[in-house]
């Protein structure tokens, strides 16, 4: 059974992308602002009270570990979004008889960590 794609199926798609990428753009910034936050206080705070971080880290260090620790937590937070959000609307999306995920009626014996 052959589906055609309309230009409203595809409208819609892509709508939903773009509000995907709104909502995983939020929770990385977010996620950075938090980061920025909790990494600044203890490398500023250990630049001032330890001899070693006053005398080898400068400015610029201080700087590139503060803003690494926020890059990293943006794509952190966005990936996880966009993947949570995929995996959320596939299984919306999805047929009915693919939705059920149990394993009752398999003949499969199943270790205890499998079973839902």
Not at 19 to 33: F, W
Not at 62 to 69: E, H
Request: glycine share 4%; with cysteine.
């Amino acid at each position: 059974m052959p589906s055609t794609v309309t230009r409203a199926s595809i409208d819609q798609q892509l709508a939903l992308a773009k509000q995907c990428s709104r909502e995983a753009a939020l929770a990385g910034a977010k996620a950075a602002a938090i980061a920025t936050v909790a990494s600044a206080i203890p490398t500023l705070a250990s630049v001032r009270v330890l001899p070693w971080a006053k005398a080898n880290i400068n400015p610029t260090g201080q700087a590139l570990i503060i803003s690494t620790v926020a890059g990293m937590a943006y794509f952190i937070a966005a990936d996880k979004k966009i993947l949570s959000l995929a995996r959320q609307h596939s299984y919306e999306n999805a047929p009915e008889h693919l939705k059920n995920t149990s394993f009752e009626g398999t003949g499969r014996v199943h270790p205890a960590f499998f079973r839902p």
